[in-house]
């Protein structure tokens, strides 16, 4: 901590939790309890179960979010290979060049992903590229999503190399073939790993766009949650809520595994 003073540092945690749990916190221990509760009497809820949880992970519930795991993963590889790769020709270019490319990535973050969302609807409603009504157009708007936060964090990463270790390698024989697969991807594994956790938490919570393009047989987990609150049924929705949030914090945690070990490398 910056704050040197025993003063000082106690107010810095003071002020961290009076905007923290206000904020980030209580509104997420609000949807726990929820999730446990059959209805809301005054300011806290009444009628404690977990009979919202036994649906939550089973019939359609358990499907939607089978579809969210396995949409948020394609769509992650997907981002993570596209964006490395154009973080690392983006480098190899000129500044000009390096700032259009940029903005190309950016693009698809700087407009409401409703509108990614339309753009891919209206592009791939028509042959030789029909995937309207399959899960397919769901995965490749996901991937148009988050592929910008792939390619800045492989950008940002590939500036804060040491060109010294792909010197030597050049300078030993190494073709540029090699010195790529066992140089410079190795040494951007962590940020690789960063990306990817990013870009799957980013497709899990992902509800605009979806809710535009999904077909009757891939429901993602976040539309099921909102057509269950939009029914009224909250306390379904809370504990759907949860479960979602439970399943991209135990892949975070996965991944963040990974990265650990990674840099220790």
Same mark, same amino acid.
């Given at each position: +901590?910056?704050?040197?003073?025993?003063?000082?540092?106690?107010?810095?945690?003071?002020?961290?939790?009076?905007?923290?749990?206000?904020?980030?916190?209580?509104?997420?221990?609000?949807?726990?309890?929820?999730?446990?509760?059959?209805?809301? &009497?005054?300011?806290?809820?009444?009628?404690? =179960? #977990?009979?919202?949880?036994?649906?939550?992970?089973?019939?359609?519930?358990?499907?939607?979010?089978? #579809?969210?795991?396995?949409?948020?993963?394609?769509? &992650?590889?997907?981002?993570?290979?596209?964006?490395?790769?154009?973080? %690392? =020709?983006?480098?190899?270019?000129?500044?000009?060049?390096?700032?259009?490319?940029?903005?190309?990535?950016?693009?698809? !973050?700087?407009?409401?992903?409703?509108?990614?969302?339309?753009?891919?609807? !209206?592009?791939?409603?028509?042959?030789?590229?029909? *995937?309207?009504?399959?899960?397919?157009?769901?995965?490749?708007?996901? #991937?148009?999503?988050?592929?910008?936060?792939?390619?800045?964090?492989?950008?940002?990463?590939?500036?804060?190399?040491?060109?010294?270790?792909?010197?030597?390698?050049?300078?030993?024989?190494?073709?540029?073939?090699?010195?790529?697969?066992?140089?410079?991807?190795? %040494? /951007?594994?962590?940020?690789?790993?960063?990306?990817?956790? /990013?870009?799957?938490?980013?497709? +899990?919570?992902? /509800?605009?766009?979806?809710? +535009?393009?999904?077909?009757?047989?891939?429901?993602?987990?976040?539309?099921?949650?909102?057509?269950? =609150?939009?029914?009224? &049924?909250?306390?379904?929705?809370?504990?759907?809520?949860?479960?979602? +949030?439970?399943?991209? *914090?135990?892949?975070?945690?996965?991944? &963040?595994?990974?990265?650990?070990?990674?840099?220790?490398?």
């Amino acid at each position: +901590m910056l704050v040197h003073s025993r003063t000082g540092r106690w107010a810095a945690r003071a002020l961290f939790a009076v905007l923290f749990v206000p904020l980030f916190a209580l509104p997420l221990l609000v949807i726990l309890a929820a999730s446990f509760s059959t209805h809301w &009497s005054g300011a806290f809820p009444s009628g404690p =179960t #977990t009979a919202h949880y036994t649906a939550a992970v089973r019939g359609e519930s358990l499907q939607a979010l089978t #579809t969210s795991l396995v949409t948020a993963l394609t769509a &992650s590889v997907l981002a993570l290979t596209a964006g490395t790769w154009a973080a %690392l =020709t983006a480098a190899a270019l000129r500044k000009r060049g390096r700032r259009v490319l940029d903005a190309l990535f950016v693009l698809p !973050v700087a407009v409401p992903s409703v509108v990614v969302g339309l753009a891919v609807l !209206v592009a791939f409603s028509q042959p030789p590229l029909l *995937l309207n009504g399959t899960r397919w157009i769901v995965i490749l708007a996901h #991937t148009v999503l988050v592929t910008a936060f792939a390619y800045q964090s492989v950008s940002a990463a590939i500036l804060r190399l040491d060109p010294m270790y792909e010197q030597a390698a050049a300078s030993l024989g190494a073709r540029p073939s090699y010195v790529l697969l066992r140089v410079r991807l190795p %040494l /951007l594994l962590p940020s690789l790993n960063a990306a990817a956790g /990013l870009c799957f938490a980013l497709s +899990m919570g992902e /509800l605009s766009a979806t809710m +535009m393009l999904y077909p009757p047989d891939w429901l993602p987990l976040p539309v099921l949650i909102f057509t269950a =609150t939009d029914r009224g &049924s909250l306390f379904t929705g809370s504990a759907l809520a949860v479960v979602l +949030m439970a399943a991209t *914090l135990l892949v975070l945690l996965a991944v &963040s595994r990974i990265r650990t070990k990674a840099s220790y490398r």
